[in-house]
């Protein structure tokens, strides 16, 4: 269990929906192929790229079934998120997803009712993570969305007497110190894939050995070349690429991300629908306008090969 790792890119899938909305769980085989194609091998998927708190507790479970499919065809490693805000449904997909035999799941802290104290967190993760005791268990740390900001290095001191699955931490919160914090209290016994694309090399600077992103969906080269810049000590090189990053990722939220992102992988032959409310999407002009954008960045030489 404790050998489990992600190394190198992780993409956040998008759960895929029909123009009306609906969702589309024929799509993920094409995803999966996509994917292998481009050189990733593993998936993150039903997290917030994949607008997890926008889909019922069903639809969730369709994905997982759809993806369990699609690792059984491609190889890929698949992780699920579980989290939820009514915990014992996250209990009811963690099983499932240990049924399916996915690769290991992963929990956002539930956030409507929020945290009091770590110990509070430690029980949280621990009542999920039992669900699916055979199954490596990431907690999910993005204070951004969820507004809870404890403690990661105390979380990995009292968390694994109570939850023997604990692999690490999905680290989607922008303060490195936090980060060299955990870091340190981790070692080589817990993995803590970084979570800010537009900060991966400052994510590799202070330790960080993979990534967990949104868009690795149609940039994958883009950052495996910072990586491999950063590797040789290429400096000057990783932070042109990081600026890139940069400026692909302004261009696309200056209409709606997530909206925009789907619409970008529907251009690249994967079409995984609109974002649902409460999310916007962006006008055909505004979408074309961003095509010309991304030209200008040189997405021919970096971006993902269309299926």
């Not at 932070?239 to 970008?264: E, V």
């Not at 079409?271 to 505004?286: C, E, F, I, S």
Request: net charge neutral.
């Amino acid at each position: 269990m404790s050998q489990f790792k992600i190394s190198g890119l992780c993409v956040a899938s998008h759960s895929p929906f029909h123009p009306d909305g609906s969702l589309a769980p024929e799509v993920v085989a094409r995803q999966a192929r996509f994917y292998a194609k481009n050189g990733i091998r593993y998936v993150f998927m039903t997290g917030s790229t994949g607008e997890a708190h926008s889909l019922s507790l069903s639809e969730k479970l369709a994905i997982y079934d759809a993806w369990a499919a699609a690792k059984k065809e491609t190889g890929l490693t698949v992780i699920a998120h579980v989290g939820d805000n009514c915990i014992e449904d996250a209990k009811v997909l963690a099983a499932h997803a240990q049924q399916l035999g996915l690769d290991a799941i992963s929990a956002v802290a539930p956030s409507y009712f929020k945290l009091t104290s770590l110990d509070v967190l430690v029980d949280v993760c621990a009542a999920i993570a039992g669900a699916a005791p055979a199954l490596p268990f990431y907690y999910y740390d993005i204070p951004p969305l969820t507004g809870i900001n404890l403690a990661n290095e105390k979380f990995l001191v009292e968390a694994p007497a109570r939850i023997p699955n604990l692999v690490g931490i999905k680290f989607t919160n922008p303060d490195l110190v936090a980060y060299r914090r955990s870091l340190d209290v981790a070692g080589d016994k817990f993995d803590l894939p970084w979570g800010v694309d537009e900060m991966l090399l400052a994510g590799l600077a202070t330790g960080a050995h993979g990534g967990v992103g949104s868009t690795y969906n149609w940039a994958p080269k883009l950052y495996t070349d910072l990586i491999a810049a950063f590797t040789r000590g290429d400096l000057a090189e990783a932070r042109r690429l990081q600026s890139t990053s940069i400026a692909m990722i302004d261009a696309i939220a200056a209409s709606g991300f997530l909206g925009t992102a789907k619409g970008l992988m529907a251009h690249l032959g994967v079409p995984v629908g609109p974002a649902r409310l409460p999310l916007p999407n962006p006008t055909p002009a505004q979408f074309d306008a961003l095509l010309g954008k991304l030209d200008a960045l040189g997405f021919a030489q970096w971006g993902a090969k269309a299926l």
